[in-house]
């Protein structure tokens, strides 16, 4: 009797997360839920609306609707809710930390560093509101003015990842925001109540009912009612390749523009010429920062062979004192590995490479639900890990005789997200930079790295299109020619 009590009490405490539709709170239309768990121990963490197209139909009504009025907001009006957005944010940093601690794993140091960068995400955003411009052009016709201006496109659907939920909503949903546009937020499935809590920031800063709107569920149940919404004038999305294929094949249907933000294989190239006591730490936070969970992580490394040796030697040490501890302990690095499903592919990847012949520098192990910081050296071309996306912490080592080996292995994937190189020679740096595959270089600097206002993206099954306040300008709002005669 008391178990079932003490069960009863669970149910109780546990948070329940609604949709947030035309500015109220509202349960699913079918009245399911589903459970969001804590990935350090798979524990209930929280119960969300489960969406089905009802609901979602209900939330880009909701949001073309507004759109009518929205779309003729004043600069100064979206730049002050914007501001606000901010204000509240920093007075419910210890919420939204908690939750990214509790909800997806992150290690606090990843939290700070989440919530500072969403701040600036969404200050960037305000300042955005006053710098939509068209342009004027000379014509051929006496007495003509001509010019161009940009307006926003209308409902733009935006699905966030798990993995930086708070990075991607924040830079996302106010851009566009900002813009004039209205928006309808689909999160991933394990990661709701992260942007649940932005709903209820958003609501508080007083933006217009239903300019913005969260419907909670699994994409693959109602995605598609998203993407394909004759009403949804653009589609952002941040996720794997084999998904946002699937989604340009939707937009294209009703000719529905769209960014799409997608899985990486990033190399690094270090030459012999680099500073090793500035490289390895460098090599060590651009794979496992969140546990290697990062789409920008480096999980290739063509090092020159006479520093070969050392560098494996450094870059095993780092990683072997690498923090695995309590999430709230700041020296903590490594996070839990999100989902079982994501735990037996990281397992397959290390498994499969040791099974035909690599070698382990160092790791391999688990504990609990995180891998431990693993590097591979010996890996060939029929392994899995060799090519493929594996989205934890795991790298491979493999020695180069050239800088033009380097550039060359470097650039034989299929995707090409981020990149970066270490050496001392400006000509070869630079020479790198302009010859990589990648939508990103980093020359001296890891490969995650990201900020409000640059070009984010990449090439490839990397993704189409990039993000940022001046790409979101372009990308959010349609141009339209008008000519005056005088």
Known sequence: MRDQETEMDTIKDTRHLRHFIGGEWTEAARGETFEVLNPLDDSLYAHAARGSAEDMNRAVTAAKSAFATYRDTLPKERERWLLRVAEIMEARKQDLLDCLIDEIGSPVQKAMFEFDKG?????????????????????????????????????????????????????????????????????????????????????????????????????????????????VSFVTFTGSSVIGQHIAEVCARNKTPSTLELGGKSPTVVLADADLDKAVPLAARSIFMFGGQACIGSSRFYVERPIFDDFVKRFAMIAGKVGMGDLRDPSTVIAPIISERQRARVRAHIEDAVAKGATLATGGGWEGNRCQPTLLTGVTGEMTVCREETFGPVTSIYPIESYEEGLARANDTDFGLSSAIFTRDIDKAMHFARNIGAGMCHINGPTIHDEAHVPFGGNGESGVGREGTDADMEAMTELKWITVQL
């Open 119 to 231: 701040l600036t995400m969404v200050r960037a955003a305000a300042g955005l509101c006053r710098n939509v411009r068209g342009e004027t052009f000379p014509s051929d016709r006496p007495g003509t003015v001509s010019m161009s201006i940009r307006e926003p496109r209308g409902v733009v659907a935006v699905i966030t990842p798990f993995n930086v939920p708070l990075i991607k909503t924040t830079r996302l949903v106010c851009n566009a925001l900002a813009l004039g546009n209205t928006v309808v937020h689909l999160p991933s499935e394990m990661a709701p109540h992260l942007t649940v809590l932005f709903a209820e920031i958003v609501a508080e800063a007083g933006l217009p009912p239903a300019a913005y709107n969260v419907v909670t569920g699994f994409g693959h149940e109602v995605g598609d009612a998203l993407t394909g919404h004759k009403d």
